[in-house]
């Protein structure tokens, strides 16, 4: 999966990196990811007072002996929600020769997604001011994968970069995607006067639980990683594909058979720079096994698609079959189950990543899925990738990762041996710790040089501050937005009502836990609860007023992130021209399902108030006596985040006005500490373990150029973000 993204701390972290660039994050999706350059550090809003902003009090009633919640049957749930759509998704799925019809096919199941009102997208990432000192788009500018994390192309001003300036570099740059002219943002800049910088630092609040890259599936941890380590290829920064450690491939004639040359002569070096070994095509082999033997949340990308990898991982097969195999020391070969269009595009995410294996074996390494699981449970033999040892691990990539403290800094510097030295423009990137408390600080450090850009905030004063010095009407741009989708889950199996230490308890009854179960179980309340979510005004809380739609996403893949490529006509006898984007196909099925929800970015498609009325009414009817009204539905937010007070207060007021405070209570849960907020939903691991009825802080990216790579992730039932609408593992 590309990226699993956190709205964190009041988009926070999505917004901690200076960077502009795809997904995404995200991105993937996405978290989905606007360039390097649209960055913004500053905490996103200001917020009614702390005080004002915490639930009443409420006091639980005392209820019967006999009345007890009893969590259900996730594939009983998952099949009355999604069952019929996910026998719809199969039939997109299992279409490969013919990609106009497999997008359209998708399409359809997307419609049926979005009308099943089990979760309703909320953003993407950009779309708010910024000014920054970071030369348009250079790092990679790709939709998907791990590649725009990497930043060893930046190039970096000592001074802002003025709107003019930022618009001529825009123009060089699409004339060098056209084909004609280099693009050279160092030497534009250089000529006007600017000097460029060669160290990086930018802020991070979640530091990475692992320094082992195919023993995860969060973004915050590969986004430092994938600094340090290269892939087969890599996207440049004009969205065209290179070789990177494949230095070239063939691909058989029947689309089966994929086979990679790996670049002789580049080595891995530890955290201090000293050559431990050289990179070969065994060491993706072993990165594609030890990956399917972790099984973090990466392994299910390979379903379908590599021969024998499923029936490795989940049904004891033998590794003798997996089609992933290095025939020499420089030959890596591949076969695919079918032709799968977009093989290539999948090869820059993380899980086909190298690892060394001589050296994860001397860490107390093995390979075999039940051989793992045993080995890793003795932490004294097993120290491969370890967080806080950043000796653990070996790198081949543009830089070696120095320092790892996870509650101060990390550090990445440039690997001297590194097999492509031109390409790295920076000599280390810095990340300092920042939970985005003090806005108006990181404004103001960004002014003396410390950090490279600074989001501008209506909310944290930061735009009005920028305005004051005349920095706004100088530098500030609105940053572009970008394929990660964030969304909104509602949780249709609850399992889990406090954290184990006590903290974070949703103060709910028994009967008012079996009370919101039955709601969920019903489509119309879904509805209901879900047109009364009025996102521009959440959005506003961050963004401001004016900017209040230009992030807002309505459909969980990009809109625009496949088209056809020729005329397309469904099974009904309607006709798409070539060149119709996947969205407006959406668009076309939600309306023939006769659903209100408009799926095109930067408007409010999802909020319909009349429509939200009239779904509570058909609830009401339909649930009758079977659930005591109000239904209580508790949203957790973190205490010490006045951007977050703001939003959730924002949800509640508009949702409760709407729906009625009689009809939906919206509780509101404080989390007092990041890691009990965390807790509670974007590392919860398992559906059961959500702490929430509606969860509004996750995000996909997408992994690579096809919209399985988001509808994979809801759409089949072990689908990695089916945890946030409260199923599976």
């Known amino acids: 999966m590309k990226k699993f993204f956190a709205l964190m701390l009041a988009i926070v972290m999505l917004l901690s990196m200076a960077v502009a660039c795809t997904k995404k994050e995200e991105t993937k999706p996405a978290e989905t990811k606007p360039a390097i350059e649209t960055v913004d550090n500053s905490k996103a809003t200001e917020a009614p007072k702390k005080e004002e902003a915490k639930p009443a009090e409420t006091e639980k009633e005392p209820e019967p002996a006999e009345v007890k919640y009893e969590r259900h049957d996730d594939e009983e749930r998952y099949e009355a929600a999604l069952g019929e759509i996910k026998e719809f998704y199969a039939a997109a799925k299992a279409e490969q020769a013919d990609l106009n019809k497999r997008f359209n096919l998708m399409a359809q199941a997307e419609a049926r997604l979005l009308d099943a009102a089990v979760m309703v997208p909320t953003t993407t990432r950009g779309g708010a001011y910024q000014i920054t000192r970071i030369a348009y788009r250079t790092v990679p500018y790709v939709q998907w994968g791990n590649d725009d994390d990497r930043l060893k192309g930046l190039v970096i001003s000592d001074e802002f970069i003025t709107k003019e300036e930022r618009a001529e570099l825009k ?88 086979t990679f040359h790996i670049r002789p002569g580049v080595y891995w070096y530890t955290s201090e720079g000293q050559q431990y070994a050289e990179v070969t095509a065994y060491d993706f082999e072993a990165g594609m096994r030890h990956m399917l033997d972790a099984q973090e949340g990466l392994e299910w990308l390979i379903d379908g698609v590599i021969v024998g990898g499923t029936n490795y991982y989940a049904k004891g097969g033998s590794w003798d079959d997996v089609g992933y195999k290095a025939t ?56 491969f990738g370890k967080a806080e040892d950043v000796a653990s691990q070996v790198y081949c990539g543009p830089f070696l990762l120095r320092t790892l403290q996870k509650d101060s800094e990390i550090l990445v510097v440039k690997n001297e041996n590194y097999w492509n030295p031109d390409s790295v423009k920076i000599n280390s990137v810095k990340w300092v710790k920042d939970a985005g408390e003090n806005p108006l600080g990181y404004y103001e450090d960004a002014v003396k040089g410390v950090y490279a850009a600074a989001g501008l905030r209506e909310s944290t004063g930061t735009l009005a501050k920028a305005k004051e010095d005349g920095n706004f009407d100088k530098y500030a741009y609105v940053t572009d937005t970008e394929s990660t989708t964030y969304f909104g889950g509602l949780n249709l199996n609850r399992g889990t009502f406090a954290l184990e230490s006590g903290t974070v308890d949703s103060g709910k009854t028994e009967q008012q836990k079996i009370d919101t179960d039955t709601a969920m179980q019903n489509i119309n309340f879904r509805r209901a609860v879900l047109f009364a979510f009025d996102k521009g005004t959440y959005n506003a809380v961050s963004n401001g007023e004016d900017l209040k739609l230009t992030s807002l996403r309505n459909m969980y893949t990009h809109p625009e992130f496949v088209q056809l490529s020729e005329d397309y006509t469904d099974e009904e006898g309607h006709t798409f ?53 109000p239904i209580v539905v508790t949203v957790v937010y973190y205490g010490a985040s006045d951007a977050q007070i703001a939003q959730a207060n924002a949800v509640k007021t508009q949702m409760e006005a709407t729906l009625g405070a009689e009809n939906v209570e919206l509780r509101l849960i404080e989390a007092t500490t990041t890691e009990d907020f965390y807790a509670s939903g974007y590392r919860a691991p398992t559906g059961e373990k959500g702490n929430y009825d509606l969860f509004y802080g996750s995000g996909w990216g997408p992994d690579y150029g096809d919209p399985s790579t988001y509808l994979d992730t809801l759409l089949t039932d072990s689908g990695y973000m089916l945890k946030v609408i409260g199923i599976g593992s």
Request: hydrophobic share 35%; glycine share 6%.
């Open 171 to 258: 123009e060089a740059w699409n004339k060098a995607l056209l084909g004609e002219a280099d693009y050279d943002p160092a030497a534009i800049l250089e000529a006007k006067g600017h000097k460029i910088q060669t160290e990086y630092t930018t802020t991070f609040t979640t530091a990475p639980a692992t320094i082992d890259w195919l023993n995860t599936s969060m973004q915050s941890d590969t986004e430092i990683t994938v600094n340090c380590v290269d892939g087969l290829v890599e996207y440049n920064n004009l969205g065209q594909m290179k070789p990177a450690l494949a230095e070239s491939w063939e691909i058989s004639e029947d689309g089966l058979t994929y």
């Open 328 to 383: 020499d020391k420089y030959t890596l070969t591949v076969t695919l189950e079918q032709p799968t269009s977009y093989f290539l595009t999948m090869l820059t995410y993380s899980c086909f990543l190298p690892i060394c294996k001589d050296f994860y074996e001397s860490r107390g390494g093995v390979f075999g899925v039940d051989e793992y699981k045993a080995a890793v449970v003795d932490t004294n033999a097993y120290t």
């Open 577 to 629: 021209p070539a060149g119709t984007m996947y969205g407006v196909m959406v668009q076309y099925y939600l309306e023939k399902l006769g659903s209100p929800i408009v799926v095109a970015d930067q408007c409010d498609g999802w909020f319909h108030p009349e429509e939200a009325k009239a779904a509570l009414a058909k609830a009401k009817e339909e649930l009758g006596d079977t659930v005591n009204w």
